[in-house]
Antibody, heavy 124, light 107 residues
Framework: EVQLVESGGGLIQPGGSLRLSCAAS????????MSWVRQAPGKGLEWVSI???????YYADSVKGQFTISRDNSKNTLYLQMNSLRAEDSAVYYC??????????????????WGQGTVVTVSS | DIQMTQSPSTLSASVGDRVTITCRAS??????LAWYQHKPGRAPKLLIY???SLESGVPSRFSGSGSGTEFSLTISSLQPGDVATYYC?????????FGQGTKLEIK
């Protein structure tokens, strides 16, 4: 079964760090474009970051220099390292699959597979 | 960065109504535009990709149209289970972006 399962969320004090994980099954993370998306309480969806199959990474301006996206191909897992956390980083964080490479050709695609989300609360 | 603007922000309609949500991009995204349905406590669900292609398993009452900077999502006959927030998303540039969402309610 193709699925994504996030973990690592929790309550963290302002200024702290947290690493989110997103374990994939049924497909290979390294052959796909993988993103993180968040939804703060009462707000809409916000795209956070992407890692392309070739390893290039991009970030929303709101988290640039603060968050780092990465993957472990041996564990087929995506990560989001979040540092210097602030109250406004409190949100449900989702990982999602969008885009893939096959036969040496890469195709952009919408986010067809999403995890169930993990809650991050930044509060003292 | 490409800004996505949806309208309306809230929409109230009756069961059986035809409803349309619009999405405007600050610059052309060609047809790299998706629509998602998001219900509280659940993961977003892909409805439409490449502006007008229906994702497998999505009811045919959902349809999408548009290209460039103007897009729309139409539900041909609103059902009670369609109550949700709907988002457009561009995936044309390296930096993806969502619209602010349209909350759909039943009258």
């Amino acid at each position: 079964e193709v699925q994504l399962v996030e973990s690592g969320g929790g309550l963290i004090q302002p200024g702290g760090s947290l690493r989110l994980s997103c374990a994939a099954s049924g497909f290979t993370v390294s052959s796909n474009y993988m993103s993180w998306v968040r939804q703060a309480p009462g707000k809409g969806l916000e795209w956070v970051s992407i890692i392309y199959s070739g390893g290039s990474t991009y970030y929303a301006d709101s988290v640039k220099g603060q968050f780092t996206i990465s993957r472990d191909n041996s564990k087929n897992t995506l990560y989001l390292q979040m540092n210097s956390l602030r109250a406004e980083d409190s949100a449900v964080y989702y990982c999602a699959r969008g885009g893939y490479c096959s036969g040496g050709i890469c195709y952009r695609a919408a986010f067809d597979i999403w995890g169930q989300g993990t809650v991050v609360t930044v509060s003292s | 960065d490409i800004q996505m603007t949806q309208s309306p922000s809230t929409l109230s309609a009756s069961v059986g109504d035809r409803v349309t949500i619009t999405c405007r991009a600050s610059q052309s995204v060609s047809n790299w535009l998706a629509w998602y349905q998001h219900k509280p406590g659940r993961a977003p669900k892909l409805l439409i990709y490449k502006a007008s292609s229906l994702e497998s398993g999505v009811p045919s009452r959902f349809s999408g149209s548009g290209s460039g900077t103007e897009f729309s999502l139409t539900i041909s006959s609103l059902q009670p289970g369609d109550v949700a927030t709907y988002y457009c998303q561009q995936y044309n540039s390296f930096w993806y972006s969502f619209g602010q969402g349209t909350k759909l309610e039943i009258k």
